[in-house]
């Protein structure tokens, strides 16, 4: 078990589970550890799971380098439906005819995303405008126009075709949104689209299959209370 010093700082890398909050995850670990000084670099939202980085101390001053490093995303869109938020947060508004469609298609739908793209954020994201969080109207039912902002697409590979499911392999830069890319794929593919699933595989050199689980955690936890008391 490693000796960590989270005042003089340490980087955590976690596997976020599905349903929780990044700002969860902090507080989990912040209280399990009593750690005075943590926070996380870069937002996963609630139903996407996978690498969530944690710093603490002095290495919080890491937080925007660490975020500004491309991204490395897994999971699955669903053709032929779509929903307001571009994702399983709000019910199927649509259901148009997939039949049609190919795997060309599709390959050719991935291929076109590739490179530097201009994308529109999500109405339910945390984008503000004039000052209130996109999301806050969005569930208001308040529409707001959101400015597109230039993104960068490295890797766009489909992985498994299981229709309607479409899986797929994304490394991007920072500040794209996977929904978005949902809602895109689908319009190229004129049969709409939402993501159904995502997992965050990568963060720059910082990868899932090295991260901590809550678990392990609460291992950390009495490691140190069994150190203490060995100590004192």
């Keep these: 078990m490693k000796d960590y010093d989270f005042e003089a700082g ?14 969860d995850v902090v507080k989990k670990v912040r209280n399990q550890l009593r750690i005075k000084k943590i926070g996380h670099a870069g937002t996963l939202d609630p139903l996407a799971s996978g690498l969530l980085i944690l710093c603490t101390g002095k290495f919080t001053k890491k937080i925007d380098e ?14 032929g439906q779509t929903t307001p938020s571009f994702d399983l947060e709000t019910a199927v508004d649509q259901t148009l005819d997939y039949r049609h469609i190919t795997t060309e298609d599709i390959q050719a739908a991935a291929a076109s995303f590739l490179g530097q793209i201009d994308q529109i954020p ?29 993104i960068f697409i ?10 309607p499911l479409v899986y797929f392999r994304v490394v991007c ?4 949104y ?3 890319l949902a809602r895109d794929f689908g319009q190229k ?11 965050r595989t990568r963060i720059g050199e910082y990868d899932l299959r090295q991260a901590l689980t809550l678990d392990n955690i609460q ?6 209370q069994e150190q203490h008391a060995g100590n004192s």
């Design 154 to 163: 490295k890797t766009f590979e489909i992985t498994q075709i299981e229709l």
């Design 66 to 79: 660490i975020q500004s490093q491309e991204k490395e995303y897994t999971g699955h869109f669903t053709i």
């Design 122 to 150: 999500p109405l339910f994201s945390a984008v503000k405008i004039n000052g209130e969080r996109a999301y806050t109207l969005a569930r208001r039912g308040e529409e707001a126009e959101i400015k597109a902002k230039a």
């Design 219 to 224: 291992e950390i936890r009495k490691y140190r």
């Design 173 to 176: 830069s920072k500040g794209t």
């Design 10 to 23: 340490e980087i955590l890398l976690m596997n976020k589970p599905l349903h929780w909050t990044s700002f």
């Design 189 to 199: 593919l004129g049969c709409g689209a939402y993501l159904s699933q995502l997992v």
């Design 178 to 180: 996977i929904r978005s």
